[in-house]
Structures are given as structure tokens and as C-alpha cells.
């Protein structure tokens, strides 16, 4: 079974703080994803990396960075957190072909206050 | 650009009745779609998915959607709803360019009346 692995489910951080989210697979997939998922918004793509240290912007970049310095790794970061950023955060990954599907991992309710 | 445009982000059905989910597409090239569901507290996982092969699709737990070029649609349907169906569906159209970057509709929370 593909297993995709998030650091915490739940998180709590104030403004300014610098977060750190990580994601693991563990199925070898060449592709990784960061989406934020808010109500009425559906899912959006905020980075996604098609290699090691490989990085596209998404959608909604902004005041977001990625790493991906390990093939099964790649973490999102929030350089200075701020209330607006207040969200579930999920993470997916799939095998480079157009028609295969994302895993993805159980997600990470992130609070800043 | 590609996108998915699902109608009704709120569906009530009675236990044991059909379910029908709307999806409509916009794509420049044949498009490659999916439908995913979240249940709650959880990530999302894959239903179906249509790759070309063929226009009905069956999916899990008693999921079916039908492919309809002339309507670019991707309707999601199963005749006989339970509690357990409870949950938020997406639907999510994938661009072409080997990226496999995917672009996912607000999704329909699905409630089931017993």
C-alpha cells in the first residue's frame, strides 16, 4: 500500500513564526504536491516537485516555500506565518504519468493565532 | 486552461436512493479525469478514474461515472446511497505535460438522510 506520511495532524502556531509541514512517501514517486483545502475553495495547488530539488509554483505560492532535498521528502514552509494562512494543509504524490492517480496523505489543520 | 466546475456543493439523498454528482470539464485536450472522495478528518482517495479507455467507469464502492464528450461531463452516480457515502467528493481534471499537475473542482459534501 502507498503510504503518504504528514508530520502532525494538528498544529498550532502564532504570527510571525516560521512552520515547517512535512510529507514522506514511501512508494519511490517521482511527484509531490502541496495543497491548501479551505471551504467553498476546493483544493489548491500552493508547490508541487517532479524531482529532488526540483520545485514548480502552484497557484497560491505566495508566502510559501518548499523543499525537496530527498526523493521521498518535501516539506512546505511558512517563512512568517500569518491568521490567513489558517488551513488544512494536504500533501500528495503520484508516479510522472498523466493518468495516475495522487495519494495523499491525512492532512494538517493548521491554526495561527 | 483546464478546470472542473462541479454544480451543488451541498447534496442530500435519502438512504437507498440514487446518487447522482454533477462534474462538468473544460479542457483543449482529451482530458484525463478523476473522482476523489475525503471522508472526514482524513486525506482523499481515489474513486475512479477516466483515461480514454472507456466512457463508463466503475469505481469503488458501487461508484460509476460515464464520460459524455458532447456535454464534457463526468457525472458521479451510484443507485443506492449509504450512511457510509457520507463524505466530500472532488472532482479533478489532470493538465497534459507529464507533470501530472491536477486541478481539483470545490467539491460536493455528500449528506445521507436515513
Known amino acids: 500500500d502507498v503510504k503518504v506520511t504528514q508530520s502532525s495532524r494538528y498544529l498550532v502556531k502564532r504570527t510571525g513564526e516560521k512552520v515547517f509541514l512535512e510529507c514522506v512517501q514511501d512508494?519511490?514517486?517521482?511527484?509531490m504536491f502541496w495543497y491548501r483545502q479551505d471551504p467553498g475553495l476546493g483544493l489548491r495547488l500552493i508547490y508541487f516537485?517532479?524531482?529532488?530539488?526540483?520545485?514548480e509554483k502552484g497557484d497560491i505560492p505566495e508566502g510559501y516555500s518548499v523543499s525537496r532535498e530527498k526523493k521521498e521528502r518535501f516539506s512546505l514552509i511558512l517563512e512568517s506565518a500569518s491568521t490567513n494562512q489558517t488551513s488544512m494543509y494536504l500533501c500528495?504524490?503520484?508516479?510522472?504519468?498523466?493518468?495516475?492517480?495522487?495519494?495523499f496523505g491525512p492532512g494538517t489543520r493548521l491554526t495561527v493565532l | 486552461a483546464q478546470s472542473v466546475t462541479q454544480l451543488g456543493s451541498h447534496v442530500s439523498v435519502s438512504e437507498g436512493a440514487l446518487v447522482l454528482l454533477r462534474c462538468n470539464y473544460s479542457?483543449?485536450?482529451?482530458?484525463?479525469l478523476f473522482w476523489y472522495v475525503q471522508y472526514p478528518n482524513q486525506g482523499l482517495q481515489l474513486l475512479l478514474k477516466?483515461?480514454?479507455?472507456?466512457?463508463l467507469v466503475k469505481g469503488i464502492n458501487g461508484f460509476e461515472a460515464e464520460f459524455k464528450k458532447s456535454e464534457t461531463s463526468f457525472h458521479l452516480t451510484k443507485p443506492s446511497a449509504h450512511m457510509s457515502d457520507a463524505a466530500e467528493y472532488f472532482c479533478?481534471?489532470?493538465?497534459?505535460?507529464?507533470?501530472?499537475?491536477?486541478?481539483f473542482g470545490i467539491g460536493t459534501k455528500l449528506q445521507v438522510i436515513p
Open positions: 479542457s483543449s485536450v482529451p482530458p484525463y
Open positions: 500528495a504524490s503520484c508516479v510522472r504519468s498523466s493518468y495516475n492517480e495522487q495519494f
Open positions: 512508494m519511490d514517486h517521482e511527484n
Open positions: 479533478a481534471v489532470n493538465h497534459s505535460g507529464g507533470y501530472q499537475k491536477v486541478t
Open positions: 477516466y483515461t480514454s479507455a472507456a466512457t
Open positions: 516537485s517532479y524531482d529532488v530539488k526540483m520545485k
